[in-house]
């Protein structure tokens, strides 16, 4: 099949004068002497064989470097706020980073392709991040840092995709390996006959003896994955990944850009968190960097196959920034499956509600975080009236308010609320400061505006305001700075990780702020059992903590307050809603990611509403859906 393949793209391109044919990954790279040819024959062609083709310059006709980057810098105007050129000349390809890519882009592509016939080097243009971040710089460029290995590695993996099926897909079934009646180390197993895709490989940061999902089963072999397709990039979804590079594992990751950022700031972050908590994380940083390499990227909407006779969609999850929904096509209209990852169906400030409208679905794999019945939460509004209410009464009388908060998710959706509130004069202009790794997350936020919910891509790209960026926010550089802070008399909020509590600038400030009664405690999102942020919310009162080696009681003065409905999971009703109005209606619904009673308690709606086939599986279960 790849032979026929290539000669067909020879055969309409002859006036090309084609030197060499290579694949990245599901896309072929046609190099060639002469760039100008007709492009409506290739644009037919691509429609019939379904694939996307591009052509490059042949490196003996580019132009030098110092002469293309020349016409660049003349081309575009200062706004674009040209920050970086890259020239990647194994593959014909010039890096731009850029503060406004849209004024190099221009619409519908025409600037680009402008570009494109006049230094013949093809373009690539990157959203340069406004706030500087040591995790963008070493991920963009990481996949390029041994850029003859990728070149190899993408081509092997196209010519493993296209290859020709030796049989029909005769079977189809779903193997549970982590995550299944409990929250963390996400796993589950797709398997054919002729294949082998993970979708999402987590860890479990609670739990020492059952950390990783079941991979000692006979049905998981690192060598026979043609795919490993991650939703977001929460640990509990994508925390065990560096593990099984770290054993040789050479299958292509598959995840949203936003995705891949995140996700190599968060695994690093684990180490360090062991690493201080003086235990030793499983893997290494060089196994994360291992990991990030094999990271092929997609946007939502974007059908590539990933292994002969599957294909591969993500669509918006609005979980997290870059959060997918996965979409497998198996089998040339034989089975489609969908996994929702973690889902919120409702509008946030930060992301549209989750994509429920489909090709075609015929077994829905999905989320149960608040799936029991009792879990229900009230509106966003109602959250956020009362958000503006406990901080406002808490300046009132001069005091401080300490929201723990994780990293990626929720400290942004609080930023975008905070710069709104404050804008309009909701709450009280007081200094925000942001302290952890919240700092380093926002700034992948930045790039990624099109992964952004509507009114707020439309206010950062065509109104200019970006929300992240705004004067309210103050970043904490370290100790000394933290200590200043919680000793100043006047009032302000802290948004500090960890989000429960667990460790890092949280719990420091919590130290300092816990003796004195006029400040608030808020908890918004959900505390695990067995972490001080449940201890407390649950009642605690004197807090046992270790100053310089000995340990210390403290009481707790500050008032405690928790507001629901901030989380980034579709409650029950939600979730319910979300069954109902996804197209085309599933015939099998497997349910996941959720305490064992809620697993049940969700099915059994479920199946009562529906009347689809339901199953709420243990980890370990099959299930055959061909
Ligand atoms: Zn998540």
Redesign the pocket.
């Known amino acids: 099949m790849v032979r026929e393949l290539l000669s067909k793209i020879r055969d309409t391109l002859s006036d090309a004068e084609i030197t060499k044919i290579l694949f990245e990954g599901p896309e072929i790279i046609v190099y060639a002497k002469n760039i100008d040819v007709d492009m409506s024959k290739l644009r037919n062609l691509v429609k019939k064989i379904k694939k996307r083709v591009e052509i490059r310059a042949d490196p003996s006709i580019l132009p030098p470097q110092e002469e293309a980057e020349r016409i660049i810098k003349e081309k575009f105007p200062k706004e674009a706020g040209i920050r970086k050129i890259k020239f990647l000349p194994e593959i014909s390809k010039v890096i731009i980073e850029a503060e406004r890519p849209g004024l190099i882009i221009g619409k519908s592509g025409t600037l680009l392709r402008e570009l494109k016939k006049e230094i013949k080097w093809t373009p690539e243009i990157l959203r340069a991040s406004l706030i500087s971040s040591r995790t963008i710089d070493a991920v963009r460029y990481l996949t390029y840092s041994d850029i003859k290995k990728r070149v190899k590695f993408l081509d092997k993996l196209g010519r493993e995709i296209h290859k020709k099926s030796k049989e029909k897909i005769s079977w189809i079934r779903v193997a549970a390996l982590g995550g299944f009646r409990e929250v963390g180390r996400s796993a589950i197993l797709i398997q054919t006959n002729e294949s082998n895709v993970l979708l999402d490989c987590g860890v479990n940061v609670a739990s020492l003896q059952n950390a990783f999902p079941f991979f000692n089963v006979p049905e998981f072999r690192i060598e026979d994955l043609d795919a490993i397709v991650i939703s ?1 990039a ?1 640990l ?2 994508c925390g065990s990944l560096p593990y099984l590079y770290r054993y040789q594992c050479d299958a292509p990751i598959y995840c949203t850009a936003p995705t891949r950022e995140l996700m190599s700031l968060l695994l690093i972050d684990y180490i360090e968190v062991a690493y201080k908590g003086g235990k030793e994380a499983p893997f290494s940083k060089e196994d994360i960097r291992k990991t990030i390499r094999h990271v092929y990227t997609l946007n939502y909407g974007e059908v590539t196959d990933i292994a002969p006779n599957i294909r591969l969609t993500l669509y918006n999850a609005g ?2 920034l870059g ?1 997918g929904i996965i979409h497998l096509h198996i089998g040339e209209g034989l089975h489609n499956i969908v996994y929702t ?2 889902l919120k169906f409702s509008r946030t400030r930060l992301l549209n509600p989750a994509n429920c409208e489909f090709h075609r679905v015929e077994t829905l794999i999905i989320e149960s975080t608040y799936g029991g019945k009792e879990d229900v939460q009230p509106p966003r509004q109602k959250a956020e009236e009362e958000l503006a209410r406990v901080i406002n009464e808490t300046i009132k009388s001069k005091g401080k308010v300490l929201i723990p908060a994780n990293a990626v ?1 929720r400290a942004q959706e609080l930023m975008v609320l905070l710069d709104d509130f404050i804008r309009r004069d909701v709450v009280e202009n007081v200094p925000v400061y942001l302290d952890g790794l919240i700092w380093e997350a926002t700034a992948i936020h930045t790039i990624y505006p099109e992964f952004l919910s509507t009114p707020l891509q439309s206010s950062i790209l065509r109104k200019n305001k970006n929300p992240f960026l705004s004067e309210f926010f103050e970043r904490v550089g370290g100790s000394d700075e933290r200590k200043e802070i919680a000793e100043s008399k006047d009032p302000c909020i802290i948004i500090a990780t960890s989000g429960m509590l667990t460790g890092g600038p949280s719990v420091e400030y919590l130290r300092w702020l816990a003796e004195d009664a006029k400040n608030s405690l808020v908890f918004v999102s959900y505390q695990a059992q067995g972490t001080l942020g449940r201890q407390i919310q649950d009642g605690l009162r004197v807090l046992t903590m270790e100053e310089e080696g000995k340990k210390i009681s403290i009481k707790m003065e500050m008032k405690v307050h928790t507001i629901k409905g901030f989380s ?2 579709a409650d029950r009703n939600s979730l319910l809603k979300y069954v109902s109005k996804i197209v085309p209606k599933p015939q099998k619904v497997i349910i996941c990611h959720g305490e064992s009673q809620k697993c049940l308690e969700f099915a059994s709606a479920i199946r009562s509403m529906l009347r689809a086939e339901t199953h709420a599986p243990k980890n370990l279960e099959i299930i055959r859906l061909r």
């Open positions: 977001h929460h509990d979804h979980h997290i959060s990852g973690d998710g980034g999971h």
